[in-house]
């Protein structure tokens, strides 16, 4: 559900994804922005906003907070760009929920396999991910 609601806001005020991981209690995706990239705070909180309200009624738990804050980075070099959607694509495994992020269904890496060219795959994989900078320490 909640990757549902992002891929219907992202759509919706014209972002175009290129990598997504939900997890339990965070999520990340990497978009490229359209023209007027100030749309991405409304983007945000309807995100938070439709899932909130969604999560709440499945767990009967109205009014209760679900999101509490977010970050967002504006990538200006290819390089960061490749890295980071690498690092997003695996993040399943980093948080343990799986071995292979091909497995985990809530996650950009089958569908990064299964569209993206043999060469920008490998260029995106081939980016070392271990000196990006994204605060992710939600376990």
């Not at 738990?61 to 695996?90: F, K, M, P």
């Not at 299964?114 to 271990?130: K, L």
């Amino acid at each position: 559900m909640v990757c549902d609601i992002l891929f219907e806001r992202t759509k919706y005020w014209g972002w175009r994804l290129g990598a997504w991981a939900v997890l339990e209690n965070h999520y990340h995706f990497i978009a490229r922005a359209p023209e007027n990239a100030l749309t991405l705070e409304k983007l945000i909180r309807q995100l938070h906003s439709k899932t909130a309200v969604a999560l709440n009624k499945l767990d009967h738990s109205q009014g209760r907070q679900v999101w509490h804050n977010y970050w967002d980075t504006c990538i200006t070099h290819e390089t960061s760009y490749n890295a980071r959607l690498h690092y997003v694509h695996l993040n399943p495994v980093k948080h343990g929920l799986v071995e292979n992020a091909e497995d985990y269904p809530f996650c950009s890496y089958k569908w990064f396999l299964d569209m993206a060219d043999d060469a920008f795959r490998i260029t995106v994989m081939d980016q070392p991910i271990d000196r990006v900078d994204i605060f992710d320490d939600f376990d």
